[in-house]
């Protein structure tokens, strides 16, 4: 069936510093990739979300790149800060048929002050 | 604001027990999702329903079932609850805008479901 690998499963950075998390997932019909996050004790938020027509989408300090050929899909957020800590969800989801979200296995980060 | 709002955010229950955990959204969102949240997993689809009285299942629908008889409710239901059914429980909802259109989910607060 359909699945989404995420990694890594934790990551720490400095503030200030990148993070990239990363993503493959299997079904070659998804073209609509969100990423969510998660603060602790809190709900899913979407953050950014990309379509298979576009290769990369940016908003202030994150941005998402695609390789649908690769079927390989990347979160970037630059200049991290403490508020960035959080449990990061990417997901993959069909344009037709049925729209079913799967999500990967989360990626903890940790932004060290 | 899209409000998904569910019943319990905790909740205890008994081996054998019937759980129902519910779910409502408020913006006339045609797609509804039950997903179960567990440390090292992620978020795993139970079912979804993309109108009333429609459901397909997810990837782990066993011990599961659903209830849709209105666009605002889903309701999840735990037949004969058990200890590995112990977990959060997250609710979401999402529009549909037509082929080639998805857009995000709005999820629930949560329930956390402990069967002892």
Redesign the interface.
């Known amino acids: 069936g359909e699945n989404v690998e995420q990694h890594p499963s934790t990551l720490s950075v400095q503030e200030g510093d990148s993070a990239v998390i990363k993503c493959t997932y299997s079904d070659s019909a998804s073209n609509y990739f969100p990423w969510y996050k998660q603060e602790l004790g809190k709900r899913p938020q979407l953050i950014i979300d990309i379509r298979s027509n576009v290769g990369e989408k940016k908003d202030q300090r994150i941005a998402v790149t695609l390789n649908k050929t690769a079927k390989h899909f990347s979160l970037h957020i630059t200049e991290t800060q403490p508020e960035d800590s959080a449990v990061y969800f990417c997901a993959a989801s069909r344009t037709s048929g049925t729209y079913k979200y799967i999500f990967g296995t989360g990626t903890r980060l940790k932004v060290l002050a | 604001d899209v409000k998904v709002t569910q019943s319990s955010r905790y909740l205890v229950k008994r081996t054998g027990e019937k759980v129902f955990l519910e779910c409502v959204q408020d913006m006339d969102h045609e797609?509804m999702?039950w997903?179960r949240q567990d440390p090292?997993?992620?978020?795993?689809?139970i079912y979804?329903s993309?109108d009333v009285k429609m459901k397909?299942k997810?990837?782990i629908p066993e011990g599961y079932s659903v209830s849709r008889e209105k666009k605002e409710r889903f309701s999840l239901i735990l037949e004969s609850a058990s200890t590995n059914q112990t977990s959060m429980y997250?609710c979401?909802s999402?529009l549909?805008r037509g082929?080639?259109?998805?857009t995000?989910?709005f999820?629930?607060?949560?329930t956390r479901l402990t069967v002892v």
């Not at chain 2, 082929?99 to 998805?102: D, I, L, S, V, W």
Request: no cysteine; aromatic share 22%.
């Open positions: 797609n999702f997903y090292g997993l992620g978020l795993r689809l979804f993309y397909e997810g990837d997250l979401a999402s549909y082929p080639g259109r998805n995000e989910a999820f629930g607060q949560g």
